[in-house]
């Protein structure tokens, strides 16, 4: 428990400078760029053009899921699930990428990756903002759960942060788990309802992986609330979602308290 407190404490003591740092995250990535933060929405957008182009009018034909519109129902899952990629690979990364520079000088490591997830959190308000907007012109925005959204939203970083913090201080030992990360982040992108549904003809051990998947839980969370206005925080998979976040939290706490003092052996 004594890991957890020193996490904590070091968030507590160091919220401005996440703050700051994030933002500074954020600009980087595209300041020597002729378009600049253009690049936050163009980029998804050009993928979210060919997924349609490719399922929405080549394979479905332009069916509707559900009466929903497929290019709705798309961006209802794609935008959550771009957070969870970059979330996923970018934190895992967070640590190995950065420790030369700050290891000498007196920074608190944990803030890292906190830091990495809230820059990727920026670029997913902003595109929420235009699915709302959207939404809201085709649908009206009663059907939208704002409620639901901000709680799936606070979720899934929390669930990033923890995941980070297994994922930042593996990869910065065995630099094969960054790969491997890599690797697992494009297999969940299939086994994710992100761009599909389930039906009667879905093999039963099919459904059970799926179900099992706590993104599976976000997705459809997302959805609900865009689309549907629904949102279930009381239920068996929210339980179980928030004691994987709460046990992958805990150890990556103790995984990356223990070793971080040897990170700079490891870069």
């Known amino acids: 428990m004594n890991s957890i407190k020193v996490i904590i404490k070091e968030h507590v003591n160091n919220i401005y400078l996440i703050s700051r740092l994030s933002a500074y995250e954020l600009k980087k990535n595209y300041i020597s760029n002729r378009l600049g933060l253009v690049w936050l929405v163009l980029n998804p957008l050009?993928?979210?053009?060919?997924?349609?182009?490719?399922?929405?009018?080549?394979?479905?034909?332009?069916?509707?899921?559900?009466?929903?519109?497929?290019?709705?129902?798309?961006?209802?899952?794609?935008?959550?699930?771009?957070?969870?990629?970059?979330?996923?690979?970018?934190?895992?990364?967070?640590?190995?990428?950065?420790?030369?520079?700050?290891?000498?000088?007196?920074?608190?490591?944990?803030?890292?990756?906190?830091?990495?997830?809230?820059?990727?959190?920026?670029?997913?308000?902003?595109?929420?903002?235009?699915?709302?907007?959207?939404?809201?012109?085709?649908?009206?925005?009663?059907?939208?759960?704002?409620?639901?959204?901000?709680?799936?939203?606070?979720?899934?970083?929390?669930?990033?942060?923890?995941?980070?913090?297994?994922?930042?201080?593996?990869?910065?030992?065995?630099?094969?788990?960054?790969?491997?990360?890599?690797?697992?982040?494009?297999?969940?992108?299939?086994?994710?309802p992100v761009m599909w549904t389930m039906s009667e003809n879905t093999p039963i051990f099919l459904k059970k992986i799926i179900e099992m998947n706590p993104l599976n839980y976000i997705i459809s969370g997302y959805r609900s609330s865009l689309i549907w206005g629904e949102v279930t925080i009381w239920s068996v998979p929210s339980l179980l979602f928030w004691c994987l976040t709460f046990v992958l939290f805990i150890l990556g706490a103790i995984l990356h308290v223990k070793f971080r003092r040897y990170f700079v052996d490891y870069s």
């Open 46 to 192: 050009i993928q979210i053009f060919v997924y349609w182009m490719v399922f929405g009018l080549g394979i479905r034909g332009g069916a509707p899921v559900n009466g929903v519109p497929f290019f709705i129902w798309l961006l209802s899952g794609l935008i959550p699930w771009f957070f969870v990629s970059s979330g996923i690979t970018q934190g895992s990364n967070s640590i190995y990428g950065r420790i030369g520079t700050v290891s000498k000088m007196n920074f608190p490591l944990s803030i890292i990756i906190t830091v990495v997830i809230t820059a990727q959190l920026y670029t997913h308000v902003i595109l929420l903002i235009f699915v709302i907007i959207l939404i809201s012109i085709i649908h009206g925005i009663s059907v939208i759960s704002l409620f639901g959204l901000i709680y799936y939203v606070v979720s899934l970083t929390c669930f990033l942060i923890a995941l980070g913090f297994v994922t930042s201080t593996l990869s910065s030992i065995v630099r094969d788990i960054q790969l491997i990360v890599q690797a697992i982040s494009r297999m969940l992108f299939f086994l994710t």
